[in-house]
């Protein structure tokens, strides 16, 4: 018999009421004063959820807060122009999660009087909320008895049972979705939800479990076989793939040149210095000039280089070269645009208005710190 097979909905149901107890005990006295667990608004708890997908909590907590400053509701989000949401979200990566608070905010208006709606099959017709966001919604917000299992509850839950194959087959996920139906403390989702995810987050943790300070470990099968630093199994990682960009910062009279992605591209509707990656056997320097035409039909001139920077995106890993430049003739400064949606002339200060993308906004973090100005600024 298979370890994965040990925990049964009978003796699942058996260890519930002491295991709820237990967590919960734990729950109440080392959960995090996250500020949207002051009064679990609806708003405020959707807002969190979508942030903390993928983003380390510490790091939602800066960005939660900033938010709720600008957006206080709701209808501030329906509201404001696509460009103040993407700008409020720079650096969070994933723009489509942020695009989709906006597209949803407006229906939230529309159709439900600028509420959450308190239905689960509701909340799944909105843009960018899927079966967790949903979960989670009602659990914490609504105090609905529905199960919550974000990555930290799989990691805890494949230790619990010892589960002896990879999170995301399906067998394995059949048997983490009984588990959470069992042990569900359906008087109090809210609190048990988050506990679990609590316990995930800062005792059941990926490297170095503190399994001495876990107030479940007594049902802990991975560690009854010793099995805890196997556990999850973990999948076979996908090999990061390279690819190499160059762009150009072209520059005229104290401004320089940007461009709107368009929206259906990665980093849709985000603001950059044109550019693109090398073709087979070209330089960098090449590859600016050759994109900066093909996407402009600017033809630029003088190019140094200003610098390159790494950033990660999903699988890949992108070497970004820049390079600063001017255009031949000053004349005609419009572009005829064949890779973006709208341009802009703008000085430095002015760069700050814009949602830029990891890599180009390494590239702005790199001017400030050298005290770069386009020629011809004026103080």
């Known amino acids: 018999m298979k370890r994965h097979n040990r925990y049964s909905p009978g003796n699942i149901a058996k260890i519930a009421p002491k295991f709820q107890k237990a967590l919960l005990n734990w729950f109440a006295l080392y959960q995090r004063p996250f500020p949207w667990r002051s009064g679990y608004q609806p708003y405020q708890v959707w807002i969190s959820e979508v942030m903390g997908q993928q983003t380390q909590m510490d790091r939602v907590v800066v960005y939660f807060n900033n938010w709720i400053k600008s957006f206080p509701d709701i209808q501030a989000v329906a509201a404001a122009p696509e460009q103040k949401i993407l700008k409020a979200w720079e650096g969070l990566g994933y723009y489509s999660r942020a695009r989709n608070i906006h597209k949803t905010a407006a229906i939230l208006v529309k159709e439900y009087g600028g509420t959450i709606p308190e239905e689960y099959k509701a909340l799944l017709a909105l843009p960018g909320i899927g079966p967790y966001t949903a ?38 996920q059949r048997l983490m979705q009984q588990m959470g139906e069992q042990l569900l403390a359906r008087e109090n989702p809210r609190s048990f939800n988050q506990a679990l995810m609590e316990l995930g987050a800062l ?142 002339w703008v000085t430095r200060s002015e760069l700050n208005q814009f949602a830029f993308p990891s890599g180009h906004r390494k590239l702005l973090e790199k001017m400030k710190q050298d005290g770069f100005f386009p020629p011809g600024t004026t103080t």
Request: proline share 7%; hydrophobic share 35%; glycine share 4%.
């Open 135 to 172: 979960a989670a919604i009602m659990s914490i917000a609504f105090k609905q008895p529905l199960t919550v299992r974000d990555a930290n509850v799989e990691r805890l839950f494949c230790r619990l049972a010892d589960i002896d194959q990879p999170a995301k087959e399906k067998q394995s």
């Open 203 to 344: 005792v059941c943790t990926p490297g170095r479990p503190d399994c001495g300070s876990c107030p479940v470990r007594d049902w802990c099968l991975a560690l009854r076989f010793d099995s805890v630093d196997l556990r999850p199994v973990p999948t076979q990682t996908k090999k990061k793939i390279d690819i190499v960009m160059a762009c150009g910062i072209i520059c005229d009279s104290g401004q320089m040149y940007i461009q709107q992605r368009l929206p259906d591209d990665v980093w849709g509707c985000l603001w950059e210095f044109p550019g693109g990656r090398l073709e087979p056997g070209e330089a960098p320097e090449q590859a600016a000039v050759r994109e900066i035409m093909e996407e402009t039909e600017f033809q630029v001139t003088d190019l140094e280089p200003f610098a390159t920077v790494v950033h990660y995106y999903t699988r890949y890993r992108v070497t970004l070269h820049s390079f600063t430049c001017g255009l031949q003739t000053a004349i005609n400064k419009t572009p005829v645009l064949h890779a973006a949606s709208e341009f802009r």
